[in-house]
């Protein structure tokens, strides 16, 4: 069944609400739209705007008596919109998708809204004004704010304890009830349901692979030299836990192992290299900066095996795309990844301990035919299982069980 005839009229008008930026959550509203662009179908952007780039949209509470909020909406050189929406006190993240004027603004006029989200938080809007909707989910609220918690100042930290992360939940398990959603992972389904064990749980989607992505385009490599670790991520992200990474390698250093580990992202921090340095470990790793689409691949074809020692992962993309180049993964056991990191089948899982982790380490750097068979085996069931056109058959079906509920819709309210 084709999804326009699912409305039974022209095309629809989608909006998709995500978060701004950069990251995994970003590159899932990329793929979102070439699903739909593969049916003929454009779909605009909304966001909150974050005050920190842009603060004369939001209005903070010293400025409540004097301001209102805005809306600013762009035309992009693909033709479609870009929604910026200023809120009332952007400090309180619970208040940052509630319906409020500019977000009526931003919504009006359409028939349909994926919301592509880290937590389903912002599919708030929609729900609020009843418009027919759909969440892809990467993680929930509080498994995707512990780590970032960490590094507010104090007063903000104690406004979140007492009052932002209680509104947050309570709004988290009012949506999940309310609102159909596809999860990214097996993780992510779980934890939600253990919120909500009413949660309208459609399907898992994950992350879809490109058509000409390097699944089992490069040999898994066998080198009996020094191997080469990699991880390629955003650097500066608590959740990646690169400090865990480190430790492991200053202890295979000092039991004599001979390696080097790449890592590829935005530049590191001051910190991050004091780490690096307090460790001894400057002439075994390497900062690679960030990496175009054929950086990468060529990346991943370089390592020997991948390393994820975050906290938590909705998924991981970056293991997935070092899978299917033939790579196995060494993850902690973080949450998505051990949908696909089967250990001793694929890659090998370990816990949040530096000693656990070097030694899984060691043992792939020491077995390359064990490395083989792993990233064979990894490979295989990512381009059976994540494929482009298989995850977007996927999606496409939760999405029409959906889209009728938007034709539904009185034609004044369009």
């Known amino acids: 069944m084709q999804a ?4 039974g009229r022209g095309d629809p008008r989608i909006l998709i609400v995500t978060l701004a930026g950069e990251g995994g959550v970003a590159a899932l509203v990329e793929r979102a739209r070439r699903f739909l662009a593969a049916r003929g179908w454009r779909a605009d952007l909304a ?20 301001r209102r909020p805005k809306l600013l909406s762009e035309r992009q050189a693909d033709g479609s919109v870009l929604h910026r929406v200023g809120v009332r006190l952007p400090e309180l993240e619970a208040r940052r998708y509630r319906a409020g004027a500019t977000w009526r603004q931003a919504l009006a006029g359409y028939d349909f809204v994926l919301a592509v989200c880290g937590s389903i938080l912002q599919a708030g809007p929609a729900a609020d004004l009843g418009l027919p909707c759909l969440a892809w989910v990467s993680s929930p609220f509080d498994a995707d704010r512990a780590l970032r918690r960490r590094s507010f100042a104090w007063p903000r ?7 932002d992360a209680p509104l947050c939940r309570r709004e988290e398990r009012r949506l999940l009830r309310d609102v159909p959603v596809i999860a990214n992972s097996g993780y992510t389904r779980r934890a939600l349901l253990a919120i909500a064990p009413q949660a309208r749980i459609e399907a898992v989607v994950p992350w879809p692979l490109e058509p000409t992505a390097a699944i089992g385009a490069s040999p898994p490599a066998t080198s009996a030299g020094a191997p080469v670790l990699g991880f390629a991520g955003r650097l500066g ?5 690169l400090p865990l990474l480190l430790d492991a390698l200053a202890l295979l250093r000092e039991q004599g ?3 080097s580990c790449r890592l590829a992202g935005q530049a590191p921090t001051p ?13 075994r790793v390497a900062f690679l900066g960030r990496l175009d689409e054929a950086g990468l691949a060529r990346f991943y074809r370089e390592l020997d095996l991948f390393v994820v020692a975050s906290e938590q992962e909705g998924l991981s993309i970056v293991a997935l795309e070092a899978m299917a180049a033939g790579r196995p993964v060494v993850s902690t056991r973080c949450g998505g ?19 656990g982790l070097a030694a899984a380490i060691r043992r792939l750097a020491g077995d390359p035919a ?5 990233g064979e085996e990894a490979a295989r069931r990512i381009g059976r299982d994540y494929a482009f056109a298989a995850v977007a058959e996927r999606f496409w079906q939760a999405m029409e069980r959906q889209l009728p509920a938007a034709a539904k819709r009185p034609a004044a309210a369009r």
Request: glycine share 6%; no cysteine; charged share 25%.
């Open 157 to 163: 930290r104690l406004l979140d304890s007492l009052l």
């Open 47 to 66: 966001w909150y705007e974050p005050y920190r780039r842009t603060p004369g949209l939001s209005v903070p509470l010293w400025a409540l008596p004097f």
């Open 4 to 7: 326009q005839a699912s409305l």
């Open 257 to 259: 192992l001979a390696f």
């Open 237 to 241: 992200d608590p959740r990646k836990n």
């Open 337 to 355: 990844p051990q949908d696909f990191v089967i250990d001793g089948e694929t890659g090998l899982l370990v816990g949040h301990e530096p000693a």
């Open 370 to 374: 064990l490395r083989r068979r792993l």
């Open 271 to 283: 910190a991050l290299l004091q780490a690096v340095r307090a460790r001894g470990l400057e002439d």
